[in-house]
């Protein structure tokens, strides 16, 4: 369901029975981790989460780790205030 290196790989998954017996598989609840942000990048007009981790990272499928840095559930936040900066991880996270 998930791809290799998502975010959501490592996740236990649970199941419960519905009303009508039906088995409905689900992820637990994600919390994110704390995690370093020594870094900075800042933030351009026009910039969404993609751009700046594709900036950051090299690629632009590593969003989710800007947002955990900087605690946004919603990676789209990321890049809300053009002109300001985020916290970005070292290279040894």
């Given at each position: 369901?998930?791809?290799?290196?998502?975010?959501?790989?490592?996740?236990?998954?649970?199941e419960l029975v519905?009303?009508?017996?039906?088995?409905?598989?689900?992820?637990?609840?994600?919390?994110?981790?704390?995690?370093?942000?020594?870094?900075s990048v800042a933030?351009?007009?026009?910039?969404?989460?993609?751009?700046?981790?594709?900036?950051?990272?090299?690629?632009?499928?590593?969003?989710?780790?800007?947002?955990?840095?900087?605690?946004?559930?919603?990676?789209?936040?990321?890049?809300?205030?053009?002109?300001?900066?985020?916290?970005?991880?070292?290279?040894?996270?």
């Amino acid at each position: 369901m998930f791809t290799r290196g998502s975010r959501y790989e490592p996740i236990k998954e649970a199941e419960l029975v519905d009303a009508q017996g039906r088995v409905v598989r689900y992820k637990r609840m994600r919390f994110i981790p704390s995690t370093p942000g020594p870094l900075s990048v800042a933030v351009r007009e026009g910039d969404r989460a993609d751009l700046l981790a594709h900036r950051v990272f090299g690629s632009s499928e590593q969003f989710w780790r800007l947002a955990d840095v900087n605690l946004t559930p919603r990676a789209v936040d990321l890049a809300k205030a053009p002109g300001g900066r985020i916290k970005a991880p070292g290279p040894a996270t």
